[in-house]
């Protein structure tokens, strides 16, 4: 695999090896001994997730503020534009965010360690998106940071006004009102 340093630290773009002929392709989309030779991490993954939305849903930006989960996302089917923000108070990098396009057809992962927020918006007509994490989901210590908070910035290609949101995500707080890391 390639793994691609991002501006912010500790967050990766990972490229799988692809082998494709005219009868399609094959990677491994986990190995867990690769991972760790490739990417230093060898945090266990207990959790899959598995996510289905329409064009112009946009999700996040969600984070755990107690059992905080490292996720390593990517999109099965269709597109989406995957942000991460820098939740840790301690680091150079607090607020700061950063996107990236992950696709059925690029086939590009992306490692999001615990202590960033994490979103994405549905660019194609829909998308199934899988996600690993390194602790369980625990509702009552999730947390969001408002989508569209302009200390955050994160520049999310819409198309056609407003992105569907759920409840929960409308009532996403402000970096500065939010609860954040060390």
């Known amino acids: 695999m390639n793994i691609i340093q991002t501006t912010l630290p500790g967050v990766l773009l990972i490229e799988p090896k692809v082998f494709g002929d005219e009868r399609g392709f094959f990677f491994e989309s986990f190995n867990a001994l690769a991972f760790a030779q490739a990417t230093g991490i060898s945090s266990p993954f207990v959790q899959d997730n598995h996510s289905h939305s329409a064009k112009g849903v946009l999700r996040g930006l969600h984070y755990q503020i107690e059992q905080a989960q490292g996720k390593l996302v990517r999109a099965v089917t269709g597109e989406v534009y995957d942000a991460v923000v820098d939740l840790r108070r301690s680091s150079p990098t607090f607020g700061r965010c950063e996107g990236f396009v992950l696709s059925a057809q690029n086939k590009r992962m992306l490692w999001v ?69 060390p």
């Open 113 to 181: 360690p615990p202590g960033f927020g994490h979103g994405y918006y549905v660019l194609s007509e829909s998308t199934d998106f899988l996600y690993k994490t390194t602790d369980y989901y625990a509702p009552q210590h999730e947390r969001c940071v408002l989508w569209n908070d302009p200390a955050v910035g994160v520049p999310w290609p819409l198309s056609g006004g407003e992105p569907t949101l759920s409840g929960k995500d409308r009532l996403g707080l402000l970096l500065a009102d939010a609860p954040v890391y």
